[in-house]
C-alpha cells in the first residue's frame, strides 16, 4: 500500500505502524530496536578497527626506525637533532611565557679559571 493511492491518508494513520518507506509494515519498537543495535553494531566494528590499525602501526614502527637509521645520512640525523632542540627551546620559552615567568637570564660571558679559588 502507497500513501499516494489512499485519498486521505492521515484519517487510516496507525501511530503503532508507521507508512515507512523502507521495510513497511514495522513497529515504532523494531525501528527503535534495529536503531540502537545498528549504532552499537558501528561502534563496536569501529572501535576494533582502530584497535587493529594502533597495532599494525605499532609493528611498523620499529621497521621505519631502523630503515632511517640505516638510510640516513649524518647531515640529515644532525639537522633534524638541530630542529628538535629548536622545537624544545622554543615550547620551554612559551611555557615560561604562558606561566607568567621572565625569560630565562642569560650566563655570564666572562671566562673563569676552575682551578683558580
Not at 633534524?80 to 604562558?98: L, P, S, T, V
Not at 621572565?102 to 671566562?111: I, L, Q, R, T
Amino acid at each position: 500500500m502507497d500513501l499516494k493511492d489512499i485519498p486521505d491518508r492521515w484519517k487510516r494513520f496507525n501511530p503503532e505502524k508507521p507508512p515507512y518507506k523502507y521495510w513497511p509494515g514495522r513497529t515504532r519498537t523494531q525501528t527503535l530496536t534495529w536503531s540502537f543495535g545498528a549504532l552499537a553494531g558501528f561502534g563496536v566494528l569501529g572501535f576494533i578497527l582502530y584497535e587493529l590499525s594502533g597495532r599494525a602501526a605499532a609493528a611498523n614502527e620499529d621497521k621505519v626506525k631502523e630503515y632511517a637509521r640505516t638510510h640516513m645520512t649524518r647531515e640529515q640525523a644532525t639537522m633534524i637533532k638541530f630542529q628538535q632542540e629548536a622545537w624544545d627551546r622554543m615550547a620551554a620559552q612559551q611555557r615560561r611565557k604562558a606561566l607568567g615567568l621572565p625569560a630565562a637570564a642569560h650566563g655570564s660571558v666572562e671566562m673563569k679559571d676552575p682551578f683558580d679559588e
